[in-house]
């Protein structure tokens, strides 16, 4: 099922580039956005599941296309990513859980100390997400980690140190679901 969707992905990423958006498990996704007075464009999108459930749809925006994590991971530029959810509900505490195991598993343990305080002040801007919920990361220039849930701005993390660590959960050696890893990739 899995390679189906991602099949069906890729097929969507090589339509015009006169196209508006995607939809994925009927999430839309704009082609681009703007952030920052700059234009983003979807890099790719996948659906994060875990056990069989479809939790969650994510997208990763970008400056200028690129196919490779440490690609992404080095460019210090404006980036966005987004997390629409698919299944019914995942509490605050699984999604904390899952942000702290994304960290640690792609960060050394000098790495996670620097990163600890920050990683508790990031945990602390969620609450129970259900379906139809969107967060947004946006990734900016100044090293700054804007979060937002529904439109609703929540916080801001400093460090471009935590700005990589976020996205190495998603793109980093270890990820969270490697088969979204290679869709935000456009793989």
């Known amino acids: 099922m899995k390679q189906i969707r991602l099949l069906l992905f ?3 990423l090589l ?30 999108a996948g ?20 196919s490779s994590a440490k690609a992404v991971l080095a460019d210090h530029g404006v980036k966005r990513v987004t997390m629409n959810f698919l299944y019914g509900k995942v509490g605050r ?9 994304g960290f640690e598993k792609n960060q050394s ?3 996670m100390q620097a990163l600890n305080e920050r990683l508790g002040q990031f945990n602390a801007l969620f609450t129970d997400a259900r379906r139809g919920d969107s967060v947004v990361f946006d990734f900016l220039g100044d090293g700054s980690t804007h979060v937002s849930f529904n439109g609703s ?14 996205l190495a959960v ?16 456009g793989q």
């Open 10 to 12: 890729s097929m969507l």
């Open 15 to 44: 339509l015009p580039l006169f196209a508006q958006a995607i939809e994925i498990e009927s999430v839309t996704l704009p082609d681009t956005i703007q952030l920052q007075g700059k234009t983003l464009q979807l890099n790719g």
């Open 47 to 66: 659906i994060r599941t875990k056990f069989f459930f479809d939790i969650y749809v994510g997208g990763l925006y970008l400056e200028q296309h690129a």
């Open 93 to 101: 505490e699984k999604l904390t859980d899952g942000w702290e195991e």
């Open 109 to 111: 343990h000098k790495q």
């Open 153 to 166: 701005e929540k916080g801001v993390i400093n460090g471009v140190d935590f700005q990589q660590a976020l």
């Open 170 to 185: 998603w793109l980093g050696k270890k990820p969270a679901d490697s088969d979204l890893k290679d869709a935000m990739l």
